[in-house]
């Protein structure tokens, strides 16, 4: 078999057609690569098209589940901050990466969050409140 890495890399090369920045990433589970992914954001003009996306969205088709503990991911590059909070969401415990991304690539910063008080708080809070009690 080869080396989970070359496979990424073969990953990374499909993005580089369709303009996207070459990264690729497989999914492993008990030693078996179960799913591949690489960037795709450019072709599919979709913001969510990076390859540590893809490629937990097809692990969890396949494996029609979300949580993907049991698995571990390999990608090409140090993933961003927006595939970083996807990866821990899937409860993936362990990604190997080859490259660090570049210090003076700084990620787009400049959105402003903010909380707004109302009086559909309350009833917001009560909503969350009961789904949790009833399904968690």
């Not at 990424?8 to 008990?30: M, N, Q």
């Not at 009086?119 to 969350?128: C, P, T």
Request: include cysteine.
């Amino acid at each position: 078999m080869k080396n989970y890495f070359d496979v990424c890399i073969e990953e990374a090369k499909k993005s580089l057609d369709t303009g996207d920045v070459p990264i690729g990433a497989i999914l492993v589970k008990d030693k078996k690569i179960i799913a591949f992914g690489h960037n795709t954001r450019e072709k599919e003009h979709n913001i969510l098209g990076h390859a540590e996306i893809n490629v937990i969205k097809d692990a969890s088709k396949i494996l029609s589940r979300w949580n993907l503990a049991d698995c571990e991911l390999y990608v090409t590059l140090e993933p961003c901050s927006m595939c970083k909070e996807v990866i821990k969401q899937a409860r993936i415990k362990k990604v190997y990466y080859l490259l660090t991304k570049l210090s003076f690539k700084k990620e787009y910063d400049r959105t402003n969050f903010e909380k707004i008080d109302g009086e559909n708080e309350l009833m917001y809070a009560k909503i969350l409140a009961d789904f949790f009690k009833q399904f968690r």
